[in-house]
């Protein structure tokens, strides 16, 4: 009995009461401090500017200008506005712009049915793990890394009329670059070259992301090889599908380096790009009309751009 009271104490005791940081310190605590804010100021501002002034305020100019006849000379004050005229006399009496945009559509059609086929088979060779594939991978991808414009000057080798190889092979004197008959397959070649590998690493980088499980299940439906590729590989990789959708669109519509260097975009190789820079900083000197026509650039690039966004937004909600 004498255990009593003590134990009846100690259920009395009240339990410290637990401590608590009230809300002002936990909002001290979680204030960033003087430096990490000018740090992340900079970080979003510096980008932000950049893009304005190089990206997007060149091209609300371009849009601008292409209502006018501003020649680049006078002042900004004597500009005088002409609405669609620039765009009536580019698709009416400008000659070369048929031939651009046939050249262009065509550019477009060498990649997207000849090399963007070409480098997706060579991406599924190289899933394999063949012997030798990572020199083989190196071998493909080197192109890339190179400019058009050094491009144009490799080919030079092999088209050459005098001391090409290709002429040697065939015992010929075609100039390969000189001829409007064949220079632009000549330059397409050399273009394809070069977007194969770009191709190649895009779907090699999808491949190496399906799941393995969907071909082992498709394997064990009896699904050939073939069947399993394109009946649930190539689905499933949709997203690396619309970017190379929209990489060669791109590609086409911005071809120029290779075509200015073999005869600056004249001579049957017309090239919407090459038009641009004949008018705004050619002799002609033509601002606005030269930038309508990269208006029209501007307008079928973002058509692609805008699809693009929209699919990889989509599948974000899903």
């Known amino acids: 009995m004498s255990d009593l009271p003590l134990i009846q104490a100690d259920r009395a005791v009240t339990p410290p009461a637990p401590t608590t940081v009230t809300r002002g310190r936990g909002r001290r605590l979680r204030l960033l401090s003087r430096t990490d804010r000018v740090v992340i100021t900079l970080m979003v501002l510096v980008p932000l500017l950049l893009v304005l002034g190089l990206v997007w305020l060149p091209a609300l100019a371009t849009v601008a200008l292409s209502g006018t006849d501003w020649d680049g000379i006078g002042p900004l004050g004597e500009i005088d506005w002409v609405g669609a005229r620039n765009y009536h006399d580019v698709v009416s009496i400008y000659p070369p712009f048929v031939p651009a945009v046939q050249n262009n559509l065509l550019w477009l059609a060498a990649l997207f049915v000849v090399a963007t086929p070409f480098g997706m088979f060579l991406a599924v060779l190289l899933d394999k793990e063949l012997r030798g594939s990572r020199f083989y991978q190196t071998a493909l991808y080197l192109p890339v890394v190179l400019s058009l414009a050094l491009i144009g000057f490799v080919w030079q080798l092999i088209y050459s009329r005098d001391q090409g190889l290709l002429n040697a092979v065939l015992g010929s004197q075609t100039d390969w670059y000189g001829d409007p008959h064949v220079n632009i397959w000549a330059v397409l070649v050399a273009a394809g070259w070069r977007h194969v590998g770009y191709i190649m690493l895009l779907y090699l980088a999808g ?47 911005r071809a120029f380096d290779l075509v200015w260097v073999v005869n600056k975009g004249r001579n049957g190789l017309e090239l919407l790009s090459a038009l641009v820079t004949q008018n705004v900083v050619g002799e002609a000197s033509r601002i606005g009309f030269g930038s309508a026509l990269a208006t029209i650039m501007l307008a079928v690039s973002l058509l692609f751009i805008t699809l693009y966004l929209f699919t990889v937004m989509r599948e974000d909600k899903q």
């Open 207 to 253: 491949l190496k992301g399906v799941d393995p499980s969907l071909r082992e299940a498709a394997a064990v439906d009896g699904s050939s090889e073939t069947s399993t590729f394109f009946r649930v590989v190539f689905p499933v990789m949709r997203p690396i599908n619309i970017i190379v959708l929209v990489v060669t669109v791109i590609e086409s519509l």
